[in-house]
C-alpha cells in the first residue's frame, strides 16, 4: 500500500471521519481509539466486525470517538 494514498484514509469508526491511521506492521491503527484493521494482500479492510479493538473493549460504545459524540449528542437533549 502507498503512503500517499494512507494520507488520504480515516477512521471508518470515528464518526467526525477525522482521525487519521497510521501503518502499524500488517495493520492500519487509529490514532485517537486504537482500534487496528488489517490489511489483506496490500489492501486495508476497513470493517469494523474486522477490526482488532483494544484490550478492554468489547464493543463500538466503549471507543473514547464514540463516547465523545454520544455526550455531545446528549447535552442537546432536554
Given at each position: 500500500?502507498?503512503d500517499?494514498?494512507?494520507?488520504h484514509?480515516?477512521?471508518?469508526?470515528?464518526?467526525?471521519?477525522?482521525?487519521?491511521?497510521?501503518?502499524?506492521?500488517?495493520?492500519?491503527?487509529?490514532?485517537?481509539?486504537?482500534?487496528?484493521?488489517?490489511?489483506?494482500?496490500?489492501?486495508?479492510?476497513?470493517v469494523p466486525?474486522?477490526?482488532?479493538y483494544?484490550?478492554?473493549?468489547?464493543?463500538?460504545?466503549?471507543?473514547?470517538?464514540?463516547r465523545?459524540?454520544?455526550?455531545?449528542?446528549?447535552?442537546f437533549?432536554?
Open positions: 500500500m502507498d500517499t494514498f494512507l494520507t484514509l480515516r477512521c471508518p469508526i470515528d464518526p467526525t471521519r477525522s482521525t487519521p491511521l497510521v501503518r502499524r506492521d500488517h495493520e492500519l491503527q487509529c490514532t485517537q481509539c486504537l482500534v487496528a484493521f488489517p490489511i489483506k494482500q496490500g489492501l486495508p479492510i476497513l466486525g474486522e477490526a482488532h483494544p484490550t478492554g473493549i468489547r464493543d463500538l460504545t466503549q471507543l473514547p470517538c464514540r465523545k459524540t454520544n455526550r455531545s449528542a446528549g447535552s437533549r432536554k
